[in-house]
C-alpha cells in the first residue's frame, strides 16, 4: 500500500509560487510557520513585544526599528510573528489603515500600513510597515515607495507613536538623496534618523542606538529610542547554523513516521534524500558545499531560498504533480518503471544537475544526439528485459520530470552551484576510476546512500554497455559515449555529494577561512592565524606589484597622468592588509591601506590570486580587471599618504607634454633633481 505523507504537500507551499513562499497580514494569524528555528531575529521580535506599546502604565519611551535588507531574508516572517504575539499574547487589535482587522483582509490584500491598538484605546500606539517597497495606491501615476517611507515616518513622528518598518537599503537611501538638501526636511529630527540609517555601517552586528523626545501636543509616547538591524550580511551558512537547523526541522521522524511502512519507499527519492541528510556526515558535506556557493556568488542564501531548496530535495517540484499527491507520483512513476524521473529527483541532481531533462544534456543539440543514439540501443533491447525497456522508453518519449524548479539563482543551468560543479576543472583520476569507470565498482560500493534507485539505474546501463560490446557498428559505438556522458551525469554528481567535492573547492574553502579569520578580534587569534593573515598579505603584495606592472609599464604607482611615485618608502608605507569588509562584511573581504583607503575583495577575485600566488597560474594571466578596484585604492592611498613629507628613499617622476622627465630622488632630507629626454623607440 501506497501511504501519502501530507507533509510534503506542506513543504511544496514553500517553493517559489506556494501560499508559505511570502510571508503577508493574510496568514500571520491563521498558519505557523512551517519550519521555524529561533535566530537572532527572535531575539529582537521578543525585544519589540515588550517595548513598543503603551501597556497599562502608559510608558513614556516608544520604539522605532527598522529592519534593512533584500526580499526573502525573513523580514515579513518575523513581522508576522511580532503580529502574532501582539494578538495572542498581549490582546491588540491590528488594523489596516481603513480600519479592516488584519483577520478580515482577502488573501489579495498587502496593506502598506497596519495600526496596532491596545486595549479599548481609539488610538494607535503602533504603526508597522512590513514591506516599504509597496505603496499607499499602485494604480497611482506617481509611485514612490521612497515618497511613502518619508510620509509614514514624518506621520509617526508627529503622533510620537512606535514605528516598525521592513525595507531595502535602497527605499531609505533615496528617500534622504531626494531630501536631504530640502531645509524643511532635513533639519527635522526625524529625517535625522534616516540620515543616521544611511551614514551607519550595515555590519552584521550594526545598530543604531538613539533616543530622542518626540516633538507633537500630545504624544502617545514623550520619547522613542530608535535601532535598525541589517539583514542582508546574515547569512544562514557562514558562521550559523541556522540552515542546519532548518534542515533539521523537516526531517524530524515525526513527519516521516508514515513512509516507514510504504511499499514504494525503497525507491522514494525523497524518503532516500531524508535519510541522506539525516547522515551527518553527508549533511554537513553537502552544507559546506552551499556554503561554498554562497561565497562565490557574494550573495547570501535568504530564508526564502534556503526553505524552497529543503522543499524541492524533500517534496520534488509541484510542476510534475498538478492535481496529484506527490507520493502518488513517485508510486506512479515507479509502478511504470520510469526510474530515471525518480532517479533525477535524488538530492545529487537536485543540486546540480535539476536543469538537465532526465539527466540528459542541457544543450538541445547535444541531448537530441544522446537521445538518436539511446533510441538506437532501445530498438535493440528484447522483450525478455522489460524493466531497460521500459526505463528507456520513458526517457525516448521526452516527458521529463520538470527542469523549471525554482531557486534559479542557485539551481539553473548558468546558477551558482552549475558555476562550482567539479565537472568544471578536471577530477582526479582515482574518482573517475571510483564513480565514472566502473558500474559493478559502484553497486558494490556498499554506501547505504546508495539506493535502490541508483541500482536500478546502474543495472539499466550494466546492460546497455554489456550489449552494446557485443555490438558493431559506427552508430553503436557512438552510442557508448553518448551512454557513458548520461550516466556519468548521475554518477559523478552522486561521488561529489559525497565526496563534498566543488570546482575551487580549496580557494574556497581558504576564503571562508580568512573570512572567519578576520571577523574574529585580533586580540584572540593564534601565532598560527596571525601568520596565516600575514602571508596572504605577503602573496597580495606581490601580486598588485605585477598587476601595477602590467597596467602601467612600470613597479611605480601612477598618481596622476605623467606623475608617477616610487621608491622603498613607498613598498614599506603602502603594505595591503586583509581585513573585514566595511559593506558586505558577511561574504567578501576587503584589502585596506595604511591610510585607510580600501578595495573590496570578492570570492572570484580571491580565487584568482590564490591560483596565481599558488603558482598554479601565471600572473599574467589574471585578468586585466580583477584587481582594478585594488589598485585604484593603493593610488588614492598614496595620494593621502605622507610622501610629500618622507626625508628618504622616496621618488617622484613627472613627464611633460614635451617628453621631458623630471626625476625628483629624496636622500635624508636632500633633493636630487633630474632632467632628460623621453627616449623614443
Same mark, same amino acid.
Given at each position: 500500500m501506497v501511504n501519502k505523507n501530507s507533509f510534503l504537500v506542506d513543504l511544496l507551499t514553500l517553493q517559489q509560487d506556494g501560499k508559505r513562499s511570502i510571508s503577508a497580514p493574510t496568514n500571520w494569524t491563521t498558519q505557523e510557520p512551517l519550519i521555524e528555528v529561533s535566530t537572532e531575529i527572535d531575539e529582537i521580535i521578543n525585544d519589540l513585544c515588550k517595548t513598543i506599546l503603551l501597556g497599562t502604565?502608559?510608558?513614556?519611551?516608544?520604539?522605532?526599528?527598522?529592519?534593512?535588507?533584500?526580499? =526573502?531574508? +525573513?523580514? %515579513?516572517?518575523?513581522?508576522?510573528?511580532? /503580529?502574532?504575539?501582539?494578538?495572542?499574547?498581549?490582546? #491588540?487589535?491590528?488594523?489596516?489603515?481603513?480600519? #479592516? %482587522?488584519?483577520?478580515n483582509l482577502s488573501p489579495s490584500d498587502v496593506p502598506y500600513a497596519l495600526d496596532v491598538y491596545e486595549g479599548d484605546n481609539k488610538f494607535a500606539s503602533v504603526r508597522i510597515v512590513q514591506d516599504a517597497s509597496v505603496v499607499r495606491n499602485p494604480f497611482s501615476s506617481d509611485l514612490d515607495p521612497a515618497a511613502e517611507l518619508l510620509f509614514t515616518v514624518q506621520e509617526a513622528w508627529e503622533k510620537g507613536i512606535s514605528l516598525i518598518v521592513c525595507t531595502n537599503r535602497g527605499v531609505i537611501e533615496k528617500a534622504h538623496s531626494d531630501n536631504h538638501l530640502k531645509k524643511e526636511v532635513n533639519t527635522t529630527q526625524w529625517f535625522k534618523v534616516l540620515a543616521a540609517l544611511v551614514s551607519g555601517e550595515t555590519t552584521i552586528n550594526g545598530t543604531?542606538?538613539?533616543?530622542?523626545?518626540?516633538?507633537?501636543?500630545?504624544?502617545?509616547?514623550?520619547r522613542v529610542k530608535v535601532a535598525y538591524s541589517c539583514l542582508d550580511n546574515r547569512s544562514l551558512l557562514i558562521g550559523s547554523d541556522t540552515f542546519d537547523r532548518l534542515i533539521l526541522k523537516a526531517i524530524e521522524l515525526e513527519h516521516w513516521t508514515v513512509c516507514l511502512d510504504c511499499t514504494v519507499n525503497k525507491l522514494c527519492p525523497f524518503?532516500?534524500?531524508?535519510?541522506? !541528510? #539525516?547522515? *551527518?556526515?553527508?549533511?554537513?558535506?553537502?552544507?559546506k558545499i552551499l556554503a561554498r556557493a554562497e561565497a562565490f556568488s557574494g550573495q547570501i542564501v535568504v530564508f526564502r531560498e534556503a526553505l524552497a531548496l529543503i522543499s524541492l530535495i524533500l517534496s520534488g517540484c509541484p510542476r510534475d504533480y498538478g492535481d496529484r499527491h506527490p507520493c502518488?507520483?513517485? %508510486?506512479?512513476?515507479?509502478?511504470?518503471?520510469?526510474?530515471? *524521473?525518480?532517479?533525477?529527483?535524488r538530492i545529487y541532481m537536485s543540486l546540480f544537475a535539476s536543469h538537465s531533462p532526465f539527466g540528459l544534456e542541457s544543450d538541445n543539440t547535444l541531448r537530441k544526439r544522446q537521445i538518436d543514439s539511446l533510441g538506437v540501443l532501445e530498438g535493440l533491447v528484447t522483450a525478455d528485459h522489460p524493466d531497460v525497456k521500459s526505463a528507456l522508453g520513458h526517457v525516448l518519449a521526452g516527458q521529463s520530470p520538470s527542469t523549471d524548479v525554482g531557486v534559479t539563482r542557485l539551481l539553473d543551468r548558468e546558477g551558482v552551484l552549475a558555476q562550482i560543479d567539479p565537472w568544471r576543472e578536471s577530477l582526479p583520476a582515482r574518482f573517475y576510476d571510483n564513480w565514472d569507470g566502473d558500474y559493478d565498482a559502484v553497486r558494490s560500493e556498499g554506501n547505504q546512500l546508495i539506493t535502490e534507485i541508483e541500482h536500478r539505474c546502474l543495472e539499466t546501463w550494466a546492460f546497455l554497455e554489456q550489449m552494446i560490446e557485443s555490438t558493431s557498428g559506427y552508430v553503436v559505438s557512438e552510442s557508448h559515449w553518448m551512454l557513458r556522458r548520461w550516466s556519468s551525469n548521475y554518477l559523478l554528481h552522486l561521488g561529489t555529494l559525497l565526496d563534498g567535492r566543488t570546482a575551487w573547492a580549496k580557494e !574556497?574553502?581558504?576564503?571562508?577561512?580568512? @573570512?572567519d579569520l578576520v571577523h574574529c578580534s585580533a586580540d584572540n587569534r593564534t601565532i598560527e592565524q596571525k601568520r596565516a593573515l600575514r602571508d596572504l598579505d605577503e602573496r597580495l603584495q606581490i601580486l598588485i606589484d605585477i598587476a601595477g606592472v602590467e597596467r602601467s609599464g612600470s613597479e611605480a604607482i601612477q598618481l596622476a597622468d605623467g606623475v608617477s611615485l616610487s +621608491?622603498?618608502?613607498?613598498?614599506?608605507? @603602502?603594505?595591503?592588509?586583509?581585513?573585514? *569588509?566595511k559593506e558586505s562584511s558577511a561574504l567578501s573581504l576587503a584589502v585596506q591601506f595604511d591610510t585607510k583607503e580600501w578595495a573590496q575583495l570578492v570570492a572570484s577575485t580571491?580565487?584568482?590570486? %590564490?591560483?596565481?600566488?599558488? =603558482?598554479? !597560474?601565471?600572473?599574467? /594571466? @589574471?585578468?586585466?580587471? @580583477?584587481?582594478? =578596484?585594488v589598485l585604484d585604492a593603493r593610488i588614492r592611498a598614496a595620494s593621502r599618504s605622507g610622501y610629500a613629507f618622507a626625508d628618504n628613499d622616496i621618488t617622484i617622476e613627472i613627464r611633460t607634454d614635451n617628453k621631458e622627465i623630471f626625476r625628483l630622488e629624496r636622500f635624508d632630507g636632500d633633493v636630487a633633481v633630474e632632467q632628460h629626454m623621453e627616449e623614443i623607440g
Open positions: 502604565n502608559n510608558k513614556s519611551i516608544g520604539r522605532w526599528h527598522f529592519f534593512v535588507g533584500s526580499p =526573502g531574508n +525573513g523580514k %515579513s516572517a518575523a513581522i508576522g510573528k511580532l /503580529c502574532r504575539h501582539l494578538i495572542t499574547d498581549f490582546g #491588540c487589535e491590528i488594523r489596516n489603515e481603513e480600519g #479592516c %482587522s488584519i483577520k543604531l542606538e538613539r533616543e530622542l523626545a518626540f516633538s507633537a501636543h500630545k504624544p502617545v509616547f514623550s524518503k532516500a534524500n531524508r535519510d541522506w !541528510l #539525516c547522515n *551527518s556526515e553527508a549533511k554537513q558535506k553537502a552544507l502518488e507520483w513517485v %508510486s506512479d512513476r515507479v509502478s511504470h518503471g520510469d526510474i530515471f *524521473s525518480v532517479a533525477v529527483r !574556497l574553502d581558504e576564503f571562508l577561512f580568512v @573570512l +621608491g622603498r618608502w613607498v613598498s614599506e608605507k @603602502l603594505k595591503p592588509h586583509i581585513v573585514a *569588509s580571491f580565487l584568482w590570486l %590564490s591560483r596565481a600566488a599558488g =603558482g598554479h !597560474l601565471a600572473p599574467h /594571466c @589574471l585578468p586585466s580587471d @580583477l584587481l582594478r =578596484g
